[in-house]
């Protein structure tokens, strides 16, 4: 497993614009799938973006197309969500998460990866 750990999140006013970065440990961190999940208060844990180990594929979720971009340093370990024109529902707690391998066609599912990060809070005001 890999270490992670989130950073960037805060409180933005409606149509701004947050950057997370997410830092992994390791030697090996692009042949890792990674992802990002948000969770909302009473909510299940829900997919926003992810990327394959070599940066040249990306997946989306439906509710922030368009807005949000996932990219990735491996030279940096790092993994980053740029989320822009950001709206009241996207205020949630956002974790990186970490596949090793290959992207599976469940992507989408929390269950197809294997590590997590603690988690960091985003609110948006209205």
């Known amino acids: 497993q890999v270490q992670l750990v989130e950073s960037g999140g805060g409180l933005v006013q409606a149509g701004g614009s947050l950057r997370l970065s997410c830092a992994a440990s390791g030697r090996t961190f692009s042949r890792y799938v990674m992802g990002w999940f948000r969770q909302a208060p009473g909510e299940e844990r829900a997919f926003v973006a992810c990327i394959t180990g070599s940066g040249r594929s990306t997946l989306y979720g439906d509710s922030v197309k368009g807005r949000f971009t996932i990219s990735r340093d491996n030279a940096k370990n790092t993994v980053y969500l740029q989320m822009n024109s950001l709206k009241p529902e996207d205020t949630a707690v956002y974790y990186c998460?970490?596949?090793?391998?290959?992207?599976?066609?469940?992507?989408?599912?929390?269950?197809?990866?294997?590590?997590w990060g603690q988690g960091t809070q985003v609110t948006v005001s209205s």
């Open positions: 998460a970490a596949r090793d391998g290959y992207i599976s066609a469940r992507y989408y599912s929390r269950d197809e990866y294997d590590s």
